[in-house]
């Protein structure tokens, strides 16, 4: 979307935002978000949201999952969460949070059109990741996750820190419990000289400049990069290309600002949604599309998040210890 289509999406949702009822109470406030989003992304969709609630502000921390964990931690150690809202990347970091007690009980007025696997009594998802496999053009593809420990990818797989990245924390929890992957695929990668690097741009990157025959990565940043040129090929092995969902939530913080409901509801709105697929970014409303195209017939898998959220911390660190030991 050019910078001037953008405007006009602003101006309407400003619009629609003002005609259902921004409160005065909101005017000349200000609220703190904390999110690892992309900045097109997280700048739209606050854009938005102050349009539609004349003089308020909102306050933006943003960086990678891990330092965002950082800043959490700190905030606790120094007397409590400073964040009003927290978007996250992925629903173990939010379980993460929630374990904490940093997130109170919330749900958007519209939950009821967001699927239930994306909900929780105390977050909500707003933004789809798709980690896929990329190949530099002429590697052949793999048919499933698991052909990229054979000795035809030895040496050349780029994968993303769990520890890092969302994304690839979420594909961890996904592998951990897959019947026929569980820890020892990431052993057998290692096994096979795969290589970690920070985050999913990283491996992407690598895959393009040649370094790696094939990684794992996120599908909008490789449809982006293909579009332009980039030699590469997206694929989706099977069993599927792991689906995680960006979570936002409102915080426990002692002087809650009259805005954090409001700010999550909106990204939670269909409003919201539609601001966020404006920047080509998949979303959690049905119907709403938003990033590339999937190919029709393309496999999509997703872990059980719930089933999940008691034992990441030690899927976690057994990668640690096998993988980036």
């Known amino acids: ?38 900045a097109n992304v997280e700048q739209a969709l606050v854009s938005a949201f102050e349009q539609g609630h004349p003089g308020a502000k909102v306050n933006v921390f943003r960086a990678p999952t891990g330092q965002l964990n950082a800043r959490v931690a700190a905030d606790v150690r120094s007397g409590g969460i400073r964040a009003d809202v927290i978007w996250a990347c992925d629903p173990l970091t939010m379980h993460g949070y929630d374990g904490q007690g940093l997130l109170r009980e919330w749900s958007p007025p519209n939950a009821a059109e967001v699927p239930a696997r994306y909900r929780t009594a105390r977050f909500t998802g707003v933004h789809l990741l798709y980690m896929v496999a990329v190949v530099r053009s002429g590697v052949p593809a793999p048919a499933s996750w698991a052909d990229l420990t054979s000795p ?38 290692k096994a096979n000289g795969a ?44 069993p599927g290309a792991v689906a995680i969902y960006g979570p936002i939530g409102v915080t426990t913080r002692k002087q809650l600002s009259p805005l954090a409901e409001q700010f999550a509801s909106f990204a ?22 938003g990033g590339p195209p999937i190919p029709s017939g393309s ?22 210890a096998t993988f980036a030991g």
Request: charged letters at 15%; aromatic letters at 10%; proline letters at 6%.
């Open 1 to 38: 979307m050019d910078a001037k289509a953008l405007r006009v999406v602003l101006v309407v949702v400003a619009l629609a935002l003002t005609g259902c009822g921004a409160s005065a109470e909101s005017a000349g406030s200000g609220m703190t978000l904390y999110t690892c989003a992309t």
């Open 299 to 320: 496999p999509v898998v997703s872990p059980d998040w719930p089933a999940l959220f008691g034992s990441y911390k030690s899927v976690l660190a057994d990668y640690s």
């Open 152 to 189: 035809a990818y030895r040496d050349a797989v780029a994968l993303p820190s769990p520890s890092f990245a969302a994304s690839a924390l979420g594909a961890l929890g996904y592998f951990a419990s897959a019947p026929g992957y569980g820890l020892r695929f990431y052993r057998d990668l």
């Open 268 to 289: 939670t709105s269909r409003a919201g949604q539609q601001v966020m697929t404006g920047q080509k970014v998949y979303v959690t409303l049905p119907g709403l599309g």
């Open 195 to 238: 290589v970690q690097v920070d985050a999913p741009a990283d491996a992407l990157t690598g895959v393009e400049r040649g370094t790696y025959k094939a990684a794992f990565t996120l599908a909008d940043a490789a449809y982006a990069d293909q579009k332009k040129g980039s030699p590469i090929e997206v694929v989706w092995p099977k």
